[in-house]
């Protein structure tokens, strides 16, 4: 027990603070020091202040208004027990008080000091138990700041209070960005420091009103009270990101990460799970815009989400019934125009729909994790079509296939790859894996991982849409690749736009200087062909050159060309 202890005494009667004091003065081994508040109607931001160790409240000059301010109290988390007192001992009294939030009641009439100061000594260590219980439970081990059960309590309550027209609030979101490759380089403490210190910025960003919690490893939501305006809360996110994107400093070491961050709005007869997932909505729409991006939520993001839903549901049918095939797009020679390579295009044969192109459905794949499985059925494909070639005689093609991120990250890609291989009795150097610029620089680390371990099946390695990032020279020099891809918005303009031309020559010469091809894509005319001869970009395609077909069309094709197409002098 404290040898100081400040007592706050809510009763509208002088006599009972002063009968209080002299029965503490009675007790020697601790000093109390005393406050009298005499009007209950405003006696509650006394109770939040966090400035008392225990409270004495009337319970009977105004039974309503106390019971009002226990239960106040108690939703807002005052820490300081409440004891009542009561003019003679009642069971339904005793009943309600307890029910409403008090740690215990006295008898007036009956109190002595031993009474008092052992219940107030008792009432005290309890509630000093129940905080660090409630710390525990509801309180982020690592932050400090709420987590996700207190957050979804807290939540509940604000739902509650709009719905009765008493105030209105705003959820907000959040994820940080590029969180784990800082994980992956310096190691899970400095990841933690790195939340510790992220949590911190938040309370220093929203006032002591509001909620921040930790509801994932790099996840926070924020539950701001009362907030109206738009543009408040538009300021706020504001605010928030710019906090997260300033570099901590951690071990001597400069770290940025970036943040986005949903918006959602109390709306008249929302519940808690559909703001969340508004929320949630919000915040995936602000990290598919590069990040370091705030987004209010919008009723048509739910349209889309039902879309997406539907879109999933019939295409994880489709998976299983075989629904998904390939179409080849040539990749020719730009000098003697004969067929190099034919890129493997991946279309869904929808029995309603008819055939669906990427832009379709692909989306949905990576969202959901589908595209794995729909890459594996591709690699399947194109191994029996590239045996297929072989079978008819016809040039010996490298087929080249797309990998996503998520098939990097699988840890059966490369047995999977070698038993399409064994099974159709081709050699790993017939395929070629492409990888877009974006998907390498967003996590380096991974692409070099997976590249060198797929590369003992023996395939190549090319970097699509080069151009439409920002790739590392160094990375470059480290990654396993055999051939740049030129991003066809580069291409679109080497005819007309002389910066282009100029862009085009300098990729096509810094690959050759690191040893590697250049395949110019989206070729759409003789014009563009012509320039990329001059330029030495050694392969092309695009729908000037051959449109997407498939394997039955590119076999009769092949057939009557011979592996080449008519490029003419131009």
């Excluded at 409440?82 to 215990?104: C, F, N, P, Q, Y």
């Excluded at 926070?220 to 305006?229: E, G, K, Q, V």
């Excluded at 919008?298 to 075989?322: K, P, T, Y």
């Amino acid at each position: 027990m404290d040898t100081h202890i400040r007592l706050l005494l809510i009763d509208d009667e002088q006599v009972e603070y002063l009968l209080i004091g002299s029965l503490l003065s009675e007790v020697f081994h601790t000093a109390y020091e005393i406050t009298w508040h005499a009007d209950l109607n405003d006696a509650l931001p006394e109770i939040l202040s966090d400035n008392y160790d225990v409270i004495l409240l009337d319970y009977e000059a105004d039974r309503e208004n106390a019971k009002a301010l226990l239960m106040g109290a108690r939703n807002m988390g005052a820490r300081a027990p409440i004891l009542v007192m009561t003019d003679e001992m009642e069971a339904e009294v005793d009943r309600e008080a307890i029910s409403l939030g008090a740690a215990d009641y006295l008898i007036k009439g009956k109190i002595d000091a031993q009474l008092l100061e052992r219940t107030m000594r008792y009432a005290i260590e309890r509630k000093a138990a129940e905080i660090k219980l409630a710390e525990l439970a509801h309180y982020d081990s690592l932050t400090g700041v709420a987590n996700r059960i207190l957050f979804r309590d807290r939540l509940n309550h604000a739902v509650e209070l709009a719905r009765r027209g008493d105030q209105t609030f705003t959820l907000m979101y959040l994820d940080l960005d590029g969180f784990k490759p800082v994980n992956d380089c310096y190691g899970h403490d400095v990841g933690d420091v790195l939340i510790r210190l992220a949590a911190g910025r938040l309370q220093e960003c929203v006032r002591q009103s509001d909620t921040v919690a930790r509801v994932g490893g790099d996840e926070f939501t924020l539950l701001l009270d009362n907030m109206r305006s738009t543009s408040d809360m538009a300021h706020l996110a504001e605010k928030v990101i710019g906090a997260l994107t300033t570099p901590f400093v951690i071990d001597g070491m400069e770290i940025t990460v970036g943040a986005s961050l949903g918006i959602a709005p109390y709306r008249k007869e929302a519940d808690a799970e559909g703001l969340q997932r508004q929320a949630d909505m919000a915040m995936y729409r602000a990290k598919q815009a590069s990040g370091n991006q705030y987004c209010f939520y919008a009723e048509s993001m739910d349209a889309e989400a039902r879309r997406a839903m539907q879109v999933e549901q019939e295409f994880r049918r489709g998976l299983g019934r075989n629904e998904i095939c390939v179409y080849y797009q040539p990749r020719i020679d730009t000098i003697t125009g004969e067929i190099c390579a034919l890129e493997a295009l991946v279309r869904w044969r929808h029995p309603a729909k008819g055939l669906l192109a990427p832009a379709d459905f692909l989306q949905v794949a990576e969202a959901t994790g589908l595209v794995v499985e729909m890459g594996y059925q591709v690699i399947d494909q194109v191994c029996a079509d590239c045996a297929r070639l072989t079978e008819a005689g016809l040039p010996d093609l490298v087929m080249a296939i797309n990998l996503s991120r998520r098939q990097m990250r699988d840890e059966h890609l490369v047995q999977r790859v070698m038993d399409a291989l064994s099974a159709h009795h081709l050699r790993g150097s017939q395929l070629e894996f492409e990888l877009a610029e974006a998907d390498v620089m967003g996590d380096a680390s991974l692409a070099t991982e997976s590249l060198g371990t797929l590369a003992i099946t023996g395939a190549s390695f090319a970097l699509d849409d080069f151009g439409s990032g920002m790739s590392s020279l160094p990375l470059l020099q480290a990654l396993p690749i055999n051939r740049l891809k030129i991003d066809q918005a580069l291409i679109a303009g080497i005819a007309e736009d002389r910066n282009r031309h100029g862009l085009v020559m300098a990729v096509v010469q810094l690959a050759h200087s690191l040893k590697l091809s250049t395949v110019a894509e989206g070729v759409e005319t003789a014009e563009q062909l012509k320039r990329l001869r001059e330029l030495g970009c050694d392969e092309a395609q695009g729908f000037f050159l051959g449109s997407p077909q498939s394997m039955a069309d590119i076999l009769a094709s092949l057939g009557r060309t011979s592996g080449h197409l008519p490029l003419g002098a131009s």
